[in-house]
């Protein structure tokens, strides 16, 4: 069979000139095209008005990419600093009391954990649905949905184990008792379509599957499922018109998801961003997914023949470009890879390569190279396997 070239062309990334960048999960790679967007916010920060004019489009033109991902509109984008911020805003938004439930899943990253567990002390009931391997089937979502839920968070693609949640039984779970659905798209947005439309909210950071810089999270809010709230945060940006005569008195909040943003936000992180959407765009969302989706199947296969204890599934439809497996001595195994130019991310006791539409077939066979060559002939019994401390 013909190897499965990447999608994009060479020239584009030229960071990946010798490189398999298999670590996009935890950082993507800068875009040739990223100079240019820097450079272009310098030249405009030099024009005075005119220059924050110019931030203005790109600002605009940054909230209406977003917004085509999702399926949704520009009004329902607010631009913030991390996702971690973006979930706190959203749990700031939430009225709560003692007796309400959450419902999350073990698969979360800690920034969907951490803001309800301050909750939990005020007895808020955080409810965690347990993962099988690395899998969260539905039910065990569904299951803990009651009429005191009052948010169902969840990664639609898990950090950990990259699962990738169906999320129409989850948020129709939710819906049916009030609660509102807030989708962690970090791991997911940019490599695999994401069901805007049928959810309440969507956060993402910027620097992963999406291909921006660092400084950029992303909140958008369905407005067609749930009315604006309350911001826990407010400051000048929050509102629509700041010179009023009472503004002493009292500011009226933006009626798009900008009431969100409290002050100017990060422009050299919006020019990096809108660049890379740009070109993240030109490619048919179905074909980046069918393509990643083929590579991941490939390596979920060909790890498993070896031994590898896999915690992603070999399911297509709950996979995207994550593909983890456990080993213990995860971080000391990726810094060997990247002794080889083979770059992943391994830690908490798994290794955990990530695969996006520049990556082709012969990034998986210098992974799978590498990897075979680093622990030696692979015996027939996973758990009698020596080698580089796979657990
Ligand atoms: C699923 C998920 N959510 C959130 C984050 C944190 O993103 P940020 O640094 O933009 O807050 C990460 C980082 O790895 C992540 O994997």
């Not at 909750?119 to 009429?147: E, H, M, N, Q, Y």
């Not at 999320?167 to 791991?187: K, M, N, P, R």
């Not at 400084?215 to 018109?241: D, F, H, Y």
């Amino acid at each position: 069979m013909t190897p499965r070239a990447p999608l994009s062309p060479p020239g584009d990334i030229p960071e990946l000139d010798g490189k398999v960048w298999l670590y996009t999960g935890a950082e993507g790679p800068p875009l040739a095209r990223q100079q240019a967007a820097a450079q272009a916010y310098l030249s405009n920060r030099g024009l005075a008005e005119a220059g924050r004019a110019a931030h203005a489009e790109v600002e605009e033109r940054l909230r209406r990419r977003i917004a085509t991902l999702l399926g949704l509109g520009p009004e329902s984008v607010a631009l913030l600093s991390n996702a971690s911020e973006a979930i706190n805003l959203v749990v700031g938004s939430v009225p709560l009391v003692p007796g309400d439930n959450i419902v999350l899943n073990a698969m979360e990253y800690p920034s969907m954990v951490q803001p309800w567990l301050r909750w939990a002390s005020r007895g808020v009931d955080v409810r965690v649905a347990p993962a099988i391997g690395g899998d969260v089937p539905a039910s065990s979502i569904t299951d803990l949905i009651d009429d005191r839920t009052k948010v169902v968070g969840v990664s639609h693609v898990s950090y950990l184990s990259g699962w990738r949640h169906d999320l129409t039984a989850i948020t129709a779970a939710a819906e049916a008792v009030g609660a509102l659905t807030l989708v962690d798209a970090t791991q997911s947005l940019g490599v695999v379509r994401v069901p805007g439309n049928q959810v309440d909210v969507v956060i993402s950071s910027s620097y992963k599957w999406l291909l921006g810089g660092h400084g950029l999270g992303i909140l958008v809010w369905n407005t067609a499922r749930r009315p604006l709230p309350e911001p826990s945060a407010v400051g000048w940006r929050s509102v629509g018109e700041i010179f009023t005569d009472d503004r002493l008195e009292r500011y009226e909040l933006h009626s798009t998801a900008r009431r969100f943003e409290v002050g100017l936000p990060s422009y050299p992180s919006i020019y990096s961003l809108d660049a890379s959407l740009a070109w993240l765009l030109q490619f048919p969302p179905e074909e980046v997914e069918e393509h990643v989706l083929a590579l991941t199947g490939r390596l979920v296969d060909e790890l498993s023949e070896r031994g590898w204890e896999l915690l992603t599934s070999t399911d297509d439809a709950h996979r995207a470009g994550n593909v983890s497996v456990r080993a213990q001595h995860g971080a000391e195994l990726a810094g060997e890879l990247a002794g080889r130019d083979v770059h992943c991310w391994g830690g908490d006791g798994r290794l955990r390569f990530s695969l996006h539409l520049f990556n082709g077939d012969r990034d998986v066979d210098r992974l799978l190279v590498a990897l075979d060559s680093m622990r030696g002939p692979v015996p027939s019994d996973p758990r009698r396997r020596g080698g580089a401390g796979v657990s």
